[in-house]
């Protein structure tokens, strides 16, 4: 009960600071309050809230993904070469690259689950992998313009609300309901809690740790598809900013990097502040590199406010220091 108090509070903390964070903001930067902002806002919040969900079932598993940027960006060029700028083509073109995103899970969660490798070797290693790739796949070539139907979802509306806004509803309905009230979620936060007396608890540890890798491929190649959207054209680098936002926004609402806690409702508004943020420092005359301090800051201040790392590693030297020694 009492850990359930603490994730509801920091919860709270988080939406409440964005809201601070905006009326802050506003008075900094006079019309960041306009309809036209507000919107402009909650599109580029999407990008990393639907990245996002995919690093928050890998985190609460006690994993990370560092394939993401990549994974986004492979997914962008793919879809652009692939498409043609056509929309016709979006009927097996957009299937065939979210099925590419979720293969990339499966060998990320293979390596982690089953070949026991570390996750941020694992992910890291796939990610110069696909970085490769795409490059020789490319040749260095321009990608065609964005098929129209792309673009319009990621920047068109209905009436007021964005599109984009509408689908990262949906996805965060889906991906909280997944995590709060399915037999999945239950089994992830014990895995991420602890693996190892989850398995001896009947929990299949092997394929949930697996699944929370393919919905983060997934995610990633769903957001790249979008991205490309926003922004007209895909590009090689166009994910890199996604990898220390995503993990921000996930520790800002509140997960335990260490796995077994956490919720995407808080997630989001994690990615809310990171947003709210990137409109606020440049309002102040800083630069990018700046944004770079505050994300890693962030990500150090919220994991050691939880106080897990801390109770962890005292809870490691207790037992040490409590083990008889040889000959006493």
Request: hydrophobic share 55%; charged share 5%; aromatic share 8%.
């Amino acid at each position: 009960m009492r850990s359930l108090l603490e994730g509801r509070s920091q919860i709270l903390l988080a939406y409440a600071s964005a809201i601070i964070l905006l009326i802050a903001t506003s008075f900094v930067s006079p019309g960041f309050l306009s309809e036209s902002n507000l919107r402009l806002t909650v599109i580029l919040a999407a990008f990393i809230g639907i990245v996002s969900i995919g690093q928050t079932f890998v985190v609460i598993g006690a994993g990370i993904d560092l394939s993401i940027p990549w994974v986004l960006n492979c997914a962008a060029v793919t879809m652009a070469m692939l498409a043609g700028g056509q929309d016709g083509n979006l009927a097996w073109v957009v299937p065939l690259v979210l099925f590419g995103g979720m293969a990339v899970g499966i060998f990320n969660g293979i390596g982690v689950a089953i070949a026991g490798v570390p996750p941020i070797i694992m992910t890291l290693a796939t990610n110069v992998i696909l970085q490769g790739v795409i490059l020789v796949f490319t040749g260095g070539r321009p990608t065609p313009p964005t098929p129209e139907f792309i673009t319009y979802l990621a920047v068109g509306r209905i009436g007021p609300v964005p599109v984009l806004g509408l689908i990262w509803l949906v996805l965060a309905v889906v991906a909280t309901f997944v995590l709060s009230r399915t037999v999945f979620g239950r089994q992830l936060y014990a895995v991420g809690d602890n693996a190892e007396v989850a398995r001896y608890s009947g929990v299949p540890t092997v394929r949930t740790t697996i699944a929370t890798y393919v919905i983060s491929g997934f995610t990633a190649a769903l957001a790249g598809i979008l991205l490309t959207g926003y922004s007209g054209q895909a590009y090689l680098g166009m994910g890199d900013a996604y990898l220390f936002t995503s993990v921000a926004a996930v520790a800002i609402g509140g997960a335990s990097i260490l796995g077994g806690t956490g919720t995407y409702v808080g997630t989001v508004a994690g990615a809310l502040i990171l947003t709210i943020l990137n409109g606020l420092l440049p309002a102040l005359n800083l630069s990018s590199g700046a944004l770079q301090v505050v994300y890693g800051l962030v990500i150090l201040v919220t994991v050691a406010a939880s106080g897990e790392t801390v109770q962890r590693l005292g809870q490691v030297l207790f037992r040490k220091r409590s083990r008889p020694q040889g000959g006493e």
